[in-house]
């Protein structure tokens, strides 16, 4: 089991998000599209970093604590699965902020971009 | 590079893609920094855990502090290296500006969010009556 310690707080984040597609609608889930292009945006950069930061020494992992699921430059499964769960609550977040509040967040198209 | 020389250089680029790159200017938005005051808190609850646990570890000689994990001080917030938080301050800021960014270029701006189901309006969030209209969108989105 202490092997799932690492993905267990990531799970914990994801249960703590999912009931905002709920009970504040916030959609995130079913725009699944736009969340993968997004994903698809930021994970390579963080992936890199992730990857330079371990070669580096930077920081490193309790191979008891991870899965021991290793990618290529001893990536382990668990970082990747950070940089997919944590986008997935930032926005999340920012959706249930807009539907309690009714903020913009400046995706819609009759707002200029330049708007201050 | 150490991991404080990569941490602030990461901000200075999210900033300048979130501003000038993708210009979707979340950084002006309340909605953004309410967001991330709530998405910040839970960074220090779980990130607290993962460090403090020493499921991570860092190297003294990457970051401001040193390689054992403190609750407060010697570099540290919540256990976490005050680097996390440049860290999680870039991924955050980039993910939401990339969003924003599908949702304004047509890639699934609909549905939008909202609004609260009924039992949580007027109640918890406060912010519309239960029976009221969906609350505005215009006029009130733009930080001072």
Not at chain 1, 97 to 109: E, H, I, N, T
Not at chain 2, 101 to 107: A, D, L
Request: glycine share 10%; aromatic share 12%; proline share 7%.
């Amino acid at each position: 089991m202490s092997h799932l310690a690492y993905v267990g707080v990531l799970a914990f984040c994801l249960a703590g998000t999912a009931w905002l597609e709920v009970a504040l609608r916030t959609r995130v889930y079913r725009r699944w599209r736009r969340l993968l292009a997004t994903i698809a945006c930021v994970l390579p950069v963080f992936v890199i970093w992730d990857l330079y930061a371990i070669a580096q020494g930077h920081w490193t992992f309790d191979p008891e604590r991870t899965t021991g699921i290793l990618f290529p430059g001893n990536l382990p499964l668990d970082e990747v699965l950070f940089f997919l769960v944590i986008p997935i609550a930032s926005v999340l977040t920012l959706e249930a902020v807009r539907s309690a509040k009714g903020w913009s967040v400046g995706d819609d198209p009759s707002e200029p971009e330049d708007a201050p | 590079m150490t991991y404080t020389q990569l941490a602030v250089a990461g901000v200075l680029a999210t900033i300048a893609l979130d501003l000038w790159v993708l210009r979707t200017r979340l950084l002006r938005r309340r909605v953004f920094w309410v967001s991330y005051a709530i998405i910040v808190f839970f960074q220090l609850v779980t990130n607290g855990v993962l460090t403090g646990l020493r499921i991570v570890r860092y190297d003294g000689d990457a970051i401001l502090g040193g390689d054992l994990p403190v609750f407060l001080g010697e570099g540290r917030i919540a256990y976490a290296p005050v680097e996390d938080l440049l860290f999680g301050f870039a991924l955050v800021v980039q993910t939401l500006a990339w969003w924003v960014f599908w949702g304004r270029r047509g890639v699934q701006r609909e549905p939008r969010s909202g609004p609260p189901r009924m039992w949580l309006r007027g109640g918890a969030l406060g912010s519309a009556g239960s029976d009221g209209p969906p609350p505005g969108r215009e006029g009130d989105g733009e930080a001072p």
